[in-house]
């Protein structure tokens, strides 16, 4: 597990990998050690059968950890498949991509921190990033787009009926709904700590056991609607992300990538290139090197080459 961290440290960031994510994982801690402060430590979680190969990435300030940390004992992985059997509650298997959100959930829970900023492999920061990068009024801003779930995401929507029901809360009203998913995403620890006791005494079960009986499920979505309908509010909100994103699973040339870094605002601190999208290393690289030679942000970073 994660030992505590020191109650002075006000960031931490948190990144799910594995082997075929590497190298993209490799160039993120990269950023994170060039473009965060000396008490930011960059916790990478992996499948124990990867932490030899992502090893080379510890350090002062990068902790890698076994992702089996951080599941119930009775969470089993199927061999060969990317399935989970609860033995408490066999039926339905859990699928690969709940259990990685389940995993970011109880690593977030165990962090002494006031904010952990999420991010994929496939991010990477372009500029100096701390809390304040987050706040609004003295407050870490929650990021909520009213009326930004309509009829053309109809998983959104499933997201929030599983997220309702799990927080105890009626059935969402008919219409547009709010999203709550961005990159990069920012959560406060000790909120994550109360959703996941209020969503074990609305279920009556385990919050893992609960969560990973969900066919449909969406961590994000659950953090939002808690804050929103169960804390009752966020002080603070935006409705822009912080990340500059290509979510297409759909390649992009060192051209099109260039483009789409400069016609962002330049406000943004970090750009996400789906891994999804066959974009070969080197194109990505040669891009986010040239953009970082040349983006107009003088004495906000020394660059990643």
Partial sequence: ?????????????????????????????????????????????????????FSGLRGSRTEVHDGREFLPRSFVKTPGLNIWINAERPW?????????????????????????????????????????????????????????????????????????KLLGLQSPPPGDLTDYICWPCIWEPEVVRGMLRHVQTATGQSWATAIGRQLHFSEMILYGLFVDEVVGGSPASVNEMQGIVHTAEEPLDQVQIERLLHDAPTDKTVVMLSAKAPIPLEVRRRALESFMRTAPYPGDREGLS
């Fill in 92 to 164: 339905p298997p859990i699928r690969g991509w709940i259990i990685q959100q389940i995993i970011k959930l109880s690593v977030v829970a165990t962090l002494d921190v006031r904010g952990a900023l999420l991010l994929d492999s496939d991010s990477v920061l372009i500029r100096k990033v701390s809390l304040d990068t987050f706040m609004e009024d003295n407050c870490i801003a929650l990021y909520r787009q009213p009326g930004g779930v309509d009829k053309t995401l109809p998983r959104h929507r499933l997201w929030h009926e599983a997220a309702r």
């Fill in 1 to 53: 597990m994660i030992p505590k961290q020191p109650a002075s440290q006000s960031l931490a960031i948190v990144t799910p990998s594995y082997l075929p994510d590497l190298e993209l994982c490799r160039d993120l801690n990269r950023s994170v050690l060039e473009l965060t402060g000396p008490d930011v430590v960059h916790h990478i979680i992996v499948p124990a059968k990867d932490l030899r190969s």
